[in-house]
């Protein structure tokens, strides 16, 4: 499926299907990314209902973790809208 975005997103932009590329690859970074966070999520809490006292932490590592991710995302938006 990576390969059928890239090739769309390198079509000539008369044709229309660098558009298109360019829809089906936000599509997936942003589904990407909302994976990836609720499973820090679903992790994080499972990890603080096993062991309620280092919640703190864990938390706060949930977090840098998630704050990471959507850095992520938002650099590979810019980057599939500046193409």
Do not use: H
Not at 17 to 30: E, N, R, Y
Not at 35 to 49: C, F, K
């Amino acid at each position: 499926m990576l390969e059928m975005a890239t090739l769309l997103a390198q079509a000539t932009v008369d044709s229309g299907f660098g558009t298109l590329g360019v829809g089906i690859g936000m599509g997936l970074a942003i589904v990407g990314a909302g994976l990836g966070i609720g499973r820090i999520g679903g992790s994080a809490v499972e990890a603080i209902s096993r062991q309620p006292e280092a919640s703190g932490t864990i938390a706060t590592q949930m977090l840098i973790s998630a704050a990471l991710i959507e850095g992520a995302t938002v650099i590979a938006l810019i980057l599939l809208l500046i193409r």
